[in-house]
């Protein structure tokens, strides 16, 4: 399984973004997708997730109303479209998989992780 994260840059307080997780290497119909983020000296930390199957979506408390994750099933594509963006959300951005049904919000439940995209939010 290989993902590529896209999408990040700098943007002011406010402002938008969308990241973008293009999957491959691999039949997408099962599993869920994850947005994590870490920012320097921080744990890394969930931001939101999806399966693929249905599309239920859980987000973390601190962006939700701000952040909406969605997917393409058809591209293999995982979205992550943030607005009302604060300096707080500066981090790097990872997209990962888990091969399992539920919405877990802890990294060690996710076996493949992309490289990361870097969203820095100025104020």
């Known amino acids: 399984v290989q993902l590529q994260a896209s999408g990040g840059g700098l943007v002011q307080a406010g402002g938008s973004l969308r990241l973008s997780c293009a999957a491959s290497?691999?039949?997408?119909?099962?599993?869920?997708m994850g947005w994590f983020r870490q920012a320097p000296g921080k744990e890394r930390e969930f931001v939101g997730a999806i399966t693929w199957a249905s599309g239920s979506t859980a987000h973390a408390d601190s962006v939700k109303g701000r952040f909406t994750i969605s997917r393409d099933s058809a591209t293999n594509t995982v979205y992550l479209q943030m607005g009302s963006l604060k300096p707080e959300d500066t981090a790097v951005y990872y997209c990962?998989?888990?091969?399992?049904?539920?919405?877990?919000?802890?990294?060690?439940?996710?076996?493949?992780w992309g490289q990361g995209t870097q969203v820095t939010v100025s104020s």
């Open positions: 290497g691999r039949t997408f119909s099962r599993g869920v």
């Open positions: 990962a998989r888990s091969s399992g049904g539920y919405l877990s919000t802890s990294p060690v439940q996710y076996a493949d």
